[in-house]
């Protein structure tokens, strides 16, 4: 018989811990392959814990092409849709396919050093490019072939729609909602003098659209964060920032609406 694997992660808090033990145990005797390694013949990924553990499992499969399913031991979990109550009624509806496969669309970053070579970075929430510590960081924008501005302030947010109910919408971005494919470019703490001219609110890319970053000449470092991972560069010569292709295929259970999460959330 071949076994369908389905691969578990949680984020090692007590609850967490316990849902994917018992969950395992209903898995295995209902004849699946259960494994925490994950390998690209998985057939179903279940993350157990908050949003936070839902990035760090898409990251560490390199966002994978099967379906992921996530159980909430969080806080309110925009990501997670089954309660740690409802194993049985899960696995009932997996298996009956009783459920939607939410395409969630993310951003890429291709950083290109000096000496020519490029670094690509994804983000399912997404991409944020800082100067070094709490200094300012100035920044030439152009949308398309177009220059725009040059940016100065905190940094930029470039969030997808999923992500924009996140650290975008911290810093004062829109909620867009997920069915949206687009790119929210969104200003942290931008100076508006006649010194620097930068937009103060979020601007709205199409899919379509990439935007090019080239920080200034006296700006020798540079940091980029995708959902939470940091890396930093001391040698851009440019980066370029848009909808990436790449998507994450996420299990909504019958029932599910993205706005009675929102309004749970924040209202
Ligand atoms: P963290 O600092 O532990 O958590 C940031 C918070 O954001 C957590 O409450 C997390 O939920 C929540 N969150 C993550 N994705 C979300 C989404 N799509 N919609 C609504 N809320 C979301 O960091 P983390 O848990 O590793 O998450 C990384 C994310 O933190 C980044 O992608 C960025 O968006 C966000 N962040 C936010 C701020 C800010 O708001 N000022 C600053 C830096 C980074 P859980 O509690 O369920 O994990
Ligand atoms: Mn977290």
Same mark, same amino acid.
């Given at each position: 018989m071949n076994k369908k694997i389905i691969t578990l992660f949680h984020n090692g808090e007590e609850l967490s811990e316990k849902t994917c033990l018992t969950l395992s145990e209903k898995l295995t005797q209902r004849g699946y392959q259960v494994t925490e390694d994950y390998t690209e013949d998985t057939d179903l990924i279940v993350c157990i814990g908050?949003?936070?553990a839902f990035l760090r499992t898409i990251h560490r499969c390199?966002?994978?092409?099967?379906? !992921?399913?996530g159980i909430n031991t969080g806080h309110l979990g925009f990501f997670q849709d089954v309660l740690p109550s409802d194993l049985d009624q899960f696995i009932q509806q997996y298996e009956s396919g009783e459920y939607n496969l939410q395409e969630l669309n993310t951003v890429r970053a291709i950083v290109t050093t000096r000496d020519g070579a #490029?670094? +690509?970075?994804?983000?399912?929430?997404?991409? +944020? !490019? #800082?100067?070094r510590q709490s200094y300012s960081v100035h920044l030439s924008i152009s949308i398309g072939d177009?220059?725009?501005? #040059? &940016?100065?302030?905190?940094?930029? !947010? &470039? *969030? +997808?729609?999923?992500?924009?109910?996140?650290y975008n919408y911290s810093v004062g971005g829109s909620i867009a909602d997920p069915r949206l494919k687009l790119l929210q470019?969104?200003? !942290? *703490?931008?100076?508006n003098t006649t010194a620097y001219r930068s937009f103060t609110s979020s601007i709205l890319l199409p899919a379509d659209l990439s935007l090019g970053v080239i920080p200034e000449q006296r700006e020798n470092q540079i940091y980029l964060n995708n959902d939470g991972f940091e890396t930093s560069y001391d040698d851009v010569k440019s980066i370029e920032v848009r909808v990436s292709n790449t998507a994450v295929h996420l299990i909504r259970l019958k029932g599910y609406d993205f706005w009675s999460k929102v309004k749970d959330k924040f209202l």
């Open positions: 908050g949003d936070g390199d966002f994978p092409n099967c379906p !992921i399913a #490029k670094h +690509t970075h994804l983000g399912l929430n997404e991409v +944020t !490019i #800082k100067g177009q220059y725009i501005e #040059k &940016f100065s302030g905190d940094g930029l !947010i &470039f *969030a +997808t729609s999923a992500g924009s109910t996140a470019v969104t200003p !942290i *703490a931008p100076m």
